[in-house]
């Protein structure tokens, strides 16, 4: 209650001082005697009408410390108000010849004194504030608009200390926001940085401009650090909204995923949902999308056990009101699936268990990616057939087009597997979603170079234009959630990923985020591995692409699509027994999978 009277205390000395300076200012700093008797009868009924206004608008719920335009707009509605109040609870006592002028006078005068005693507070309380001995300094990167975003992030904050702005824009140079000099341009960040004795960078322009690429380098050389602000995602996962040290994802940076949250949420609320391969990087993201949807049970299977347990506590901390069911099971076992679907009859199921690693399967592992990919995706798909699921969707791979290894073709049967289900089940809706590098997830070149810097190097990339598509795993999680609510069953979805990145690039960037040069860490090519391309596609050579509603994905259409003979297909795996001849393998996959063209 204290918080409420000693500002209201506050104002009504102010507005009494309004009220006084009002007749002042009619009457020329010099008050009649016969005006002063009418000036202290009005004086209480004009303070407490002006109090009354303000507290009906809520002005008295603000905090002055954080005083801002939208707090001084409803300050202004509050003297607005209390004035209006005022005139009527004066001219309604009759005084004799009261001039009225005042009433129009007053309230401009007491919305100068209050807004500009709560303006000058802030501005004591953010200068005492200021003055830390630990504050550090630090440079801004960006146009002025992206700059003013920034600072108002950094408004109250103890630990920096903005002292200078780098713009894009060279004619903004030698301008001023906010008492802070834009010095120049981003290229100037050495300069700049000796100059203002800052060693810490903020990057304010958005994710995924050149300029933040550029700026990695020439920040390398100058040994700045470069920050950035929290992705709106990591506010969800964390306390600290202040900067943070600037990831690959933000260099890459793509925009947000615009999901239909509606029918999404018709989905999967209060739903019974089973994500096979749930403990790896893109099932577990399905799994926490999942969850943030408002789930009634989340059954996820995992052929390894401690990812699974991993799983289960991370989830069972974010989300205790959610039931969870947690399995070590293999998808190459039907009879295990079948179980844990009729106990559980789960209305959705988002295949993501395979093997994907392609040096790993090219080479003595090949029966193995077939009986993962091909022959547990198919146990996957019948199950939810079976089970009456609603939806069942295949997470596919762009290395399934044109496939020149075994893991690609592999993933390109599961997908003639799943389409071939669908034409038996017509009361489940299947589809498949390729896309391609998922930035962090197991396998992926990411943590393999982090660990190659990590030992001092060399990084190794396979040939200097190789080049392939790159998405965070929140992305690709959210666009395979999407792409379960839309088309037709039997459907291909292609992801829209992007601009291709080439390898070396990668590697580069991520030498200067470890704060070294290629002179530290150098860059061996070892030449392409097995199976390997240059670059990957995203459609075969016969097939093209129609667009959908979500703009970030389009369906795979194919002139002269296969149907797979799925006993066959089944019978001859089976009959392969543990090590069948490579040749002969790859000659049968050829004839399942035309376009498959092993190298």
């Not at 009005?42 to 009906?56: D, E, I, K, Q, Y």
């Not at 996957?380 to 089970?387: D, L, S, Y």
């Not at 395979?480 to 580069?508: N, T």
Request: proline letters at 6%; charged letters at 20%; aromatic letters at 6%.
């Amino acid at each position: 209650m204290n918080r409420k009277i000693n500002p209201a205390i506050a104002d009504g000395a102010l507005l009494l001082a309004a009220w006084w300076f009002a007749f002042w200012l009619r009457f020329n700093f010099d008050i009649p005697d016969e005006f002063l008797a009418i000036a202290w009868m009005s004086t209480p009924w004009a303070v407490l009408a002006n109090l009354a206004g303000l507290l009906a608008a809520g002005v008295y719920r603000q905090v002055w410390r954080y005083i801002g335009l939208p707090e001084l707009r409803q300050l202004g509605m509050g003297v607005a108000l209390g004035g209006a109040i005022a005139a009527a609870a004066v001219l309604m006592q009759r005084y004799p010849n009261f001039p009225r002028s005042v009433l129009v006078l007053q309230p401009l005068v007491a919305l100068l004194l209050l807004g500009g005693v709560r303006a000058s507070w802030r501005m004591l309380r953010e200068r005492r504030e200021s003055v830390a001995p630990q504050a550090r300094r630090l440079l801004i990167v960006g146009s002025l608009q992206d700059a003013a975003d920034a600072l108002r992030a950094l408004k109250g904050s103890r630990q920096w200390v903005p002292v200078g702005i780098l713009s894009p824009i060279a004619t903004e140079k030698g301008r001023l926001l906010q008492n802070v000099p834009v010095l120049g341009t981003a290229a100037m960040i050495s300069s700049a940085a000796q100059s203002t004795g800052a060693n810490t960078a903020l990057i304010a322009s958005p994710a995924g401009s050149r300029e933040r690429t550029e700026l990695l380098l020439n920040a390398s050389d100058a040994g700045v650090t470069l920050l950035t602000m929290p992705r709106p995602d990591e506010w969800l996962k964390t306390e600290t909204t202040g900067p943070r040290k600037i990831e690959l994802e933000d260099l890459l940076g793509r925009t947000p995923v615009q999901l239909d949250v509606a029918g999404l949420s018709d989905l999967f609320s209060g739903q019974t949902v089973m994500v096979t391969g749930a403990g790896g990087s893109i099932g577990s993201e399905l799994c926490r999308q999942i969850a943030r949807f408002g789930v009634g049970r989340l059954v996820c299977v995992d052929v390894s056990e401690y990812a699974a347990y991993q799983l289960e506590q991370e989830l069972r901390e974010a989300h205790p009101q959610m039931q969870g069911f947690y399995y070590t099971a293999n998808v190459r076992e039907p009879e295990r699936l079948l179980a844990i679907a009729q106990r559980h009859r789960p209305a959705v199921i988002l295949h993501a268990a395979a093997y994907k690693h392609v040096p790993l399967m090219e080479d003595l592992n090949e029966i193995e990616a077939l009986r993962t990919n091909v022959l547990g995706t198919l146990n996957a798909a019948r199950v939810a057939g079976e089970c009456g699921v609603r939806h069942f969707v295949l997470v596919s791979t762009d290395k399934a087009v044109n496939p020149t290894n075994i893991m690609g073709a592999s993933k390109r049967l599961a997908e003639l597997m799943v389409q071939a289900v669908a034409a038996q089940h017509r009361g489940t809706h299947y589809v498949s979603v390729r896309f391609g590098n998922v930035l962090g997830s197991s396998g992926s070149v990411v943590p393999l170079f982090s660990a190659q810097i990590a030992r001092g190097g060399p990084v190794t990339v396979t040939h200097p234009d190789i080049v392939r598509y790159f998405m965070t795993i929140p992305e690709a999680a959210q666009l395979v959630l999407q792409a379960g609510l839309m088309g037709h069953s039997g459907q291909i979805f292609v992801l829209d990923m992007g601009e291709p990145v080439k390898i070396v690039e990668l590697a580069r960037m991520l030498i200067r985020l470890s704060g070294k040069t290629e002179q530290d860490i150098p860059i061996a090519f070892t030449g392409l591995r097995p199976g390997e391309k240059l670059f990957e596609e995203l459609l075969a050579d016969d097939e093209t692409s129609e667009p959908t509603p979500h703009p970030k994905l389009r369906v795979a259409k194919t002139s002269g699509q296969q149907a797979a003979d799925v006993d066959a297909v089944v019978q001859w795996i089976d009959a392969a027994g543990p090590a069948p001849g490579s040749a002969t393998l790859r000659e049968w996959l050829r004839t399942q999978v035309p376009e498959y063209t092993p190298r």
